[in-house]
């Protein structure tokens, strides 16, 4: 069967860094995306990664490994506002999307 | 602002209810979905609508109807739903290209549905 496997729950201080880690086994692989979703608010794209190594957007970043079958998303200078889930999603041979149940990140002060 | 609007935010409804869910996507997209949100766990695809036809039905129970009159409109269509059927049910669209891993979909806020 196809699976996405991410933790459940992260605690982060404000300031700090946070990396929230994604391991995928799917039945081929035409790219993984991240995304952020507030409480009661629509997930919002934050990034594409299809080729392997780190993709930099500001605070956030993403990497993978095609060969581990592992992403993550790295987040840096945290803010109260990144207080949200993070969804990994991954797209397999036949182009359809896998989500995983994704990553409550909890940022204290 | 995402492009993609859903209505209504909330329903509540009873078993013999019958409700519709509206989503609407302005950003010029051909294809629409649904998704069921529940707790902890991971989002699941309902129903995929490519150019307004409908490419996947996810063994979704016939209680859920889908309706896509043109590529910017989609509809849930509920009748007699079971308590279980309660989640956060969201409608998303994406630029369908020739097999790109890159369509990105584009969520809209959901409806928070209760069925008692």
């Known amino acids: 069967g196809q699976n996405i496997d991410q933790p459940t729950e992260m605690t982060a201080t404000e300031g700090a860094i946070v990396q929230i880690n994604c391991t995928y086994q799917?039945?081929?692989?035409?790219?993984l995306f991240w995304y952020q979703q507030h409480a009661g608010e629509a997930p919002t794209f934050l990034s594409y990664?299809?080729l392997d190594g780190l993709e930099e957007k500001g605070r956030f970043s993403s990497f993978l490994s095609r060969s581990k079958g592992y992403s993550y998303l790295l987040l840096k200078e945290l803010q109260m506002k990144d207080s949200a889930s993070y969804l990994c999603?991954?797209?397999?041979?036949?182009?359809?999307?896998?989500w995983g149940a994704g990553t409550k990140l909890i940022i204290k002060p | 602002e995402t492009g993609v609007t859903q209505t209504p935010r909330h329903l509540v409804m009873g078993m013999t209810n019958k409700k519709s869910l509206k989503c609407e996507q302005h950003?010029?997209?051909?294809?629409m979905y649904w998704y069921k949100q529940s707790a902890k766990k991971p989002l699941e695809l309902m129903f995929v609508?490519?150019?307004?036809?409908?490419?996947e039905n996810n063994s979704v129970p016939s209680r859920f109807s889908p309706e896509c009159p043109n590529s910017s409109h989609l509809f849930l269509h509920l009748h007699t739903l079971q308590p279980e059927d309660s989640a956060l049910y969201l409608c998303?669209?994406?630029?369908?290209?020739?097999?790109?891993?890159?369509?990105?979909?584009?969520f809209g806020p959901g409806t928070r549905l209760t069925v008692l």
């Open positions: 950003l010029g997209h051909n294809a």
């Open positions: 609508y490519n150019f307004k036809e409908q490419t």
């Open positions: 998303a669209s994406s630029q369908v290209g020739s097999h790109s891993g890159t369509d990105t979909q584009y």
């Open positions: 799917t039945s081929g692989f035409n790219g």
């Open positions: 999603a991954v797209t397999d041979s036949n182009y359809q999307l896998i």
């Open positions: 990664n299809v």
